[in-house]
């Protein structure tokens, strides 16, 4: 109902469709600039695409939020809950289980989204879920929705959104060979090289989950509010 709607404000574009199998599960590992990422790539898809949302996302309170909790619940979103030791590990046996079911499956390897705009290191459980599965990875590239929804805001503003999918990737065996953490993490590594030769960003090698808690540290010393 809100396809139509989406593709006349934001004029989505689409490149590299055809990477995505018409059938059968696959990995969708892409950057992660704004929380509507989620929406315009499966909007611009034939198939369904299940992603992880934090799980207060779906009780948020205020207008917007019910709005994009409704939208969760709809699409049938996987609701992660980050507190607990084994939450992450529960999430990723949650995709496995659809990616086995023949869905397809996005990741944002990142692991949360960039506080500003460049492209940070990601995290293993993209190899985790590649290795389980055996299951392709697709990398995806998103640009304009920072622009559309920046962090911090609340309501989207007009503007041009694209999105570039790559070619699956291939995994040779001096990677799957490797030991498991080791593989892990080198499939991590070709995977966002593969999303920056799509996307063009700056690449920091550090998780972006530490960058933003350097952010937060400066400005609670600045009583600056840091972007979310």
Sequence with gaps: MAGPFLHTIWRP????????PASGGAILAGN???????IFLPLMLDRPVTFSAKAEYFTASGPAARLWAAYLKATNQLQMDREGPRAAQDTLEAALALLQ???LFGIYPEGTRSPDGRLYRGRPGVGWL???SGLPVIPVAMFGTRRVLPPGRVVPRPG????????PLKFGPEVTAAPPGKARQLIAEQVMIAIRELSGQEYVHMFASDRKAELAAAARATNVPPHS
């Design 32 to 38: 992660h600039l704004s929380v509507v990422d989620s």
């Design 101 to 103: 079911a023949g869905n």
């Design 160 to 167: 041009r959104i694209e999105i570039r999918i790559g070619a």
């Design 130 to 132: 590649a290795l389980k």
């Design 13 to 20: 574009k689409v490149t590299g469709a055809e990477h995505v």
